[in-house]
């Protein structure tokens, strides 16, 4: 294509000699439907401002509807405050919904030609540069919004908020705030909402020191009733203000329970105590409340009777994670004793280690779990899409169809799969393996031996220890789950140094002693995922060279971010040759993130920057890398590595920092 504005366009039928390909076709000779399935991945910046550009035919093409009518600026690192304001000039009547989320480069003038878009339905400014006044500007001509995403900053006023203003907030069915200071952000404002969605991420002090209280003012308490909502998700990051705060919130619910309420959703990082709010609140929603999702504290779940009285209607999602909720309890009070939960897409019991157990709590980490409890389980919620079962042990006993991976595989609809290393473990060692290291040699003593830079210490990728072994229970679940999109298979005992939303824990456990028997040729039969998408691999310490990350770049073309931990002995990089082979064939990855910073100098010996970008630059202009550590590594050495195409960051997905894999 011509870089010029010059029109290339011809009114023959042969194409162009300059732009035809050597076997004769020409992009232009496809149908309408298929260059705007292709144009539909370039970023809307270069859609609007060069692909536009190069002929006719492209020029009436890239302002078609279906590609101007959603703009997504979101991670679009190369859209400079030139280009946004002249893709806005050029189309912003014709944008409905905008994406501007975590687009901190772009100044506060850049984001207030937000207002040329008159015709916006939908806008997500969450991480942009907002204030009281500008954001008043900006939705007072925004008449036909209905969702809006933005983040409360320090020094919110909403008094400056003008009637055009709140006329539009008043129409507003679904929003989404991120609160960075004790308030109530335009939620007063918002009186016809079906979808709120909070975010608390406010510091117990200010970086003077001062310490702030969770007190709203007096005039931000008058907070209407919301008969309308349909939907409440509050996320809490850690600290005791973000309690405080949404206790106020739920106040104003519990004064009158909306009656069309049929998700209600919290997130809590640790213990949250109940108030006289929030029972009352809890009490309310289960005389005249029948939900479709539900979520709570796991101190609001823990020896209580909640379960019993809670009625529910066609449920589609579930999370009980970290709560002592037995075996006995999920059969009798979730599923009802087996009852037909096939709208159930969603069940999270990430850190229920008696959910898979009869009633006792004395179980120990060692008891093999109750496969009748599953059974029941997998019968009653034959549809689920979504099943996370992490952060507990989970030994299956022996005996024909009673493993764990035996009986999941009825779940031919799963999308999304988190599972501890020691459940996928067989039963018994099998004969074809040689036995495993004890655990207490996981560590060396002393000086390891160092990676030696340019040799070649990885076996072939089909060699005997990469090879999937048919007969392995892992092997036969994932050739079940065809579809899964989604797989995270992380130690029992793992724990992220720095978590996000959960309490710090120092003390490392080593790993399940059933995680010795999961080794090389486990890892190589998650290659059977051909749509996989996202994998997550933490705390094997069977790992011997990694051979198996060979056998999934090659066969999981669809594969897009990629976290490792703890992979093999610690202190130790033993698969680094492997992965170097593994990245060359995963031409989608978005996004690697590595764990335990002493492996930081491993990392930097396989992948020197000048060589892995020039192998990157291949990749189309939109591909973007970024690396993740468990330490916050110097500015300076971030200056040396960065690059238009590689980002190394120590933040993780949504402003976070971490240390690990991220585990939802």
């Given amino acids: ?40 991945h370039i970023p809307s910046t270069d859609l609007v401002l060069n692909v536009r550009r190069t002929c006719r035919k ?29 893709l806005v000039r050029e189309i912003g009547r014709e944008i409905q919904q905008l ?28 991480g942009c540069r907002l204030t009281s006044l500008r954001l008043s500007k900006m939705l007072s001509v925004l008449q036909h919004l209905r969702s809006l995403a933005i983040d ?106 909306p009656e069309n309420l049929h998700a209600f959703l919290i997130s809590v990082p640790g213990s949250f105590a109940e108030s006289g709010a929030t029972k009352n609140l809890l009490d309310s929603m289960a005389r005249n409340v029948v939900l479709d999702a539900l979520q709570l504290p796991k101190s609001w779940l823990n020896g209580s009777s909640l379960l019993q009285h809670m009625r529910f209607n066609n449920p589609f999602y579930f999370s009980f994670s970290r709560c002592t909720l037995s075996g006995g309890h999920l059969i009798q009070r979730v599923i009802n004793g087996g009852k037909d939960l096939r709208s159930l897409a969603s069940l999270n019991l990430s850190g229920c280690v008696h959910c898979l157990s009869p009633d006792s709590l004395l179980r120990k980490a060692e008891d093999d779990i109750d496969s009748g409890i599953l059974e029941t389980l997998v019968a009653a919620c034959c549809n689920l899409r979504h099943l996370n079962l992490s952060a507990a042990h989970h030994h299956s006993s022996e005996g024909p169809g009673r493993h764990l991976c035996q009986l999941l595989a009825r779940l031919r609809h799963l999308r999304s799969l988190s599972l501890p290393v020691c459940s996928v473990a067989d039963s018994a060692p099998r004969a074809d393996r040689a036995p495993a290291q004890p655990a207490m040699h996981a560590v060396p003593r002393g ?75 486990e890892v190589a ?45 610690m202190g130790k990089v033993v698969y680094m040759s492997a992965l170097s082979d593994m990245l060359k064939h995963c031409k989608r990855l978005k996004d690697l993130r590595m764990g335990l910073a002493p492996r930081f100098r491993a990392l930097l ?60």
């Fill in 1 to 40: 294509m011509a870089s010029s504005g010059e029109d290339t366009s011809y009114d023959g039928d042969a194409p162009p000699a300059a732009a035809s390909m050597a076997d004769g076709a020409h992009l232009l000779g496809f149908s309408d439907e298929i260059l705007l399935h292709i144009l539909s």
């Fill in 58 to 86: 492209l020029a009436v093409l890239c302002l078609d509807k279906s590609l101007i009518h959603t703009v997504l600026l979101q991670k679009d690192y190369e859209a400079s405050e030139d280009k946004v304001k002249q």
């Fill in 99 to 126: 994406n501007m989320a975590g687009c901190y480069w772009l100044s506060g003038s850049t984001i207030e030609h937000v207002a040329r878009c008159r015709g916006l339905v939908k806008v997500n400014l969450s």
């Fill in 152 to 257: 409360v900053s320090p020094g919110f006023d909403a008094s400056q908020l003008s009637g055009e203003c709140k006329a539009t907030l008043s129409r507003v069915r679904e929003l989404k705030q991120t609160l960075y200071t004790p308030s109530y952000g335009v939620v007063p404002c918002c009186t016809s909402l079906e979808k709120l969605l909070l975010y608390f991420e406010i510091l117990d002090r200010t970086r003077e020191g001062a310490i702030l209280s969770g007190q709203l003012m007096v005039g931000q308490s008058n907070v209407p009733h919301y008969q309308n909502l349909r939907v409440f998700y509050a996320r809490l990051a850690p600290g005791y203000i973000n309690q405080e705060v949404v206790r106020l919130y739920l106040a104003v619910l519990s004064d009158r329970t």
């Fill in 447 to 521: 000086f390891g031996k160092k990676v030696r830079v340019g040799v070649q210490s990885c076996p072939g990728p089909f060699s005997s220890q990469a090879v999937p072994q048919p007969s392995s229970v892992f092997w036969s679940l994932l050739k079940n789950v065809p579809f899964l999109e989604r797989l995270e298979l992380i130690g029992s005992n793992f724990s992220s140094a720095m978590p996000r939303n959960e309490p710090a824990i120092r003390n490392s456990l080593p790993p399940c002693s059933r995680a010795q028997n999961v080794g090389d040729s």
């Fill in 525 to 569: 039969a998650i290659g059977q995922l051909a749509f996989l998408r996202h994998l997550t691999l933490a705390q094997l310490p069977s790992i011997l060279t990694g051979s198996g990350l060979v056998s999934i770049g090659l066969q999981c073309q669809q594969l897009q971010s990629l976290s490792l931990a703890n992979l093999g002995m």
């Fill in 605 to 664: 010996a396989a992948f020197p920057p000048a060589s892995l970008s020039a192998d990157i630059r291949k990749q189309p202009l939109s591909f973007h890398w970024f690396i993740s550590f468990q330490c916050l590594l110097p500015p300076c050495l971030l200056l040396c590595l960065h690059c238009p195409i590689i980002g190394l960051s120590g933040t993780h997905g949504d402003k976070c920092m971490v240390s690990g894999p991220c585990v939802t």
